[in-house]
């Protein structure tokens, strides 16, 4: 019988151990399985962009595939995240533990194993002391400031709340702003989240109002120079007045209280 005989009867999905894992997970077996195992998961889920590299591995998982009881898998996710090699969380509808490779600190550790220059990479993010991912364009010192803070006033840095402070800082950042100023402002009010709120910044009008703006000093102008150009009215006529029946009523009624006032 050859080894390719034996073969049918096993899962197709046999994930192998990278050397380089035992050393990088205190050469702990079990660890550098699990990494490998997400590794290998890991690859597969780049392929859907949707998925951001995140991998979801629930408790029956982590049974099947390597073996891992309750006691193991913390063992495992311990070591991993003293070693800044993973992030997880929970999400979806069940909250499944999710997972993903910080691949740039993987890599950097990789290099370091081998003693070789960590090659230049892209990445548009780096990880906070959580090992969660952020984009660069924020500052990490103030990041963690601002996390500083939100501890101090009893409120837990999850990741939801971390999410939302990164979308608003993403919408600030599109906007052309400084990010330093406005995350030292939150920093000093002591605020959750971070919010753009410098009244003076001059609003500039749209083109629709800059050209009702502009039709209505020319009418305006053109009202003046009219006015400026007409000959002045001439003061009414004595006789007018003295003929209108209103002016004449008047001088009746009054004419009559005098007589009655005379007796």
Not at 181 to 190: A, D, T, V, W, Y
Not at 243 to 262: F, W
């Amino acid at each position: 019988m050859f080894i390719a005989d034996l073969r049918l009867y096993l899962n197709d999905k046999f994930i192998q151990v990278y050397d380089e894992f035992m050393p990088l997970c205190a050469h702990d077996f079990q660890t550098a399985s699990f990494l490998s195992n997400l590794f290998w998961w890991s690859d597969v889920a780049d392929k859907e962009p949707k998925k951001q590299g995140w991998v979801y591995k629930t408790a029956d998982h982590l049974k099947k595939e390597l073996g891992l009881t309750r006691r193991g898998y913390e063992k495992v996710r311990r070591i991993l995240l003293e070693q800044g090699l993973v992030q997880y969380r929970r999400g979806g509808i069940h909250g499944k533990m999710h997972w993903y490779i910080n691949r740039e600190v993987l890599l950097a550790k990789i290099c370091e194993l081998r003693g070789v220059a960590v090659p230049k990479t892209d990445s548009k993010h780096h990880y906070d002391r959580d090992n969660f991912r952020i984009p660069k364009f924020i500052p990490l010192k103030l990041w963690h400031d601002w996390l500083d803070m939100v501890v101090e006033k009893g409120k837990t840095t999850g990741h939801s709340m971390k999410k939302t402070a990164i979308k608003q800082l993403a919408e600030l950042h599109n906007k052309k702003l400084d990010l330093k100023p406005i995350m030292e402002k939150s920093i000093l009010k002591g605020w959750f989240g971070f919010f753009f709120t410098d009244k003076s910044e001059p609003v500039k009008p749209s083109e629709k109002d800059l050209k009702q703006q502009e039709e209505r000093a020319k009418r305006e102008l053109e009202e003046q120079l009219s006015a400026r150009t007409q000959p002045p009215q001439p003061p009414p006529d004595k006789s007018d007045i003295e003929n209108n029946k209103g002016y004449r009523g008047i001088q009746e009624y009054l004419k009559k209280n005098r007589k009655k006032s005379a007796q």
